[in-house]
């Protein structure tokens, strides 16, 4: 992509979801704690906001992820709850490494 207004060139990023991906999240109906069953839903939003080069293909991102989340049963609320962890405003923060690992330090096992 070239700026016609400098000439700059830049290049954009998205995540790139692969056609074989048959998205077959965890079902809910097993036998592992529901907080293991949803808090990666927070970890897949932060590849999101870091992988997406605007807010505009975040969102296309993460409503195509929702979709597949709906279609596996998940719930509305406790993946909202989720995905509120993180917004596209942290993006800098989480390219940086600060969050959420800065704000775990010194709460147990620093990483």
Request: a positive charge.
């Amino acid at each position: 992509m070239v700026n016609g207004r400098n000439r700059k060139k830049w290049f954009t990023t998205s995540v790139f979801d692969k056609p074989i991906n048959l998205h077959i999240y965890t079902d809910l109906a097993t036998w592992y704690p529901i907080s293991y069953v949803y808090n990666w839903i927070q970890g897949k939003n932060i590849r999101y906001i870091r992988n997406s080069s605007s807010p505009q293909v975040y969102r296309e991102s993460l409503d195509l992820f929702k979709k597949f989340l709906f279609r596996r049963n998940f719930l509305n609320r406790k993946i909202e709850a989720q995905l509120q962890l993180n917004s596209w405003a942290d993006r800098q923060a989480l390219l940086r490494g600060e969050k959420p690992h800065k704000d775990r330090k010194g709460k147990g096992k620093d990483i």
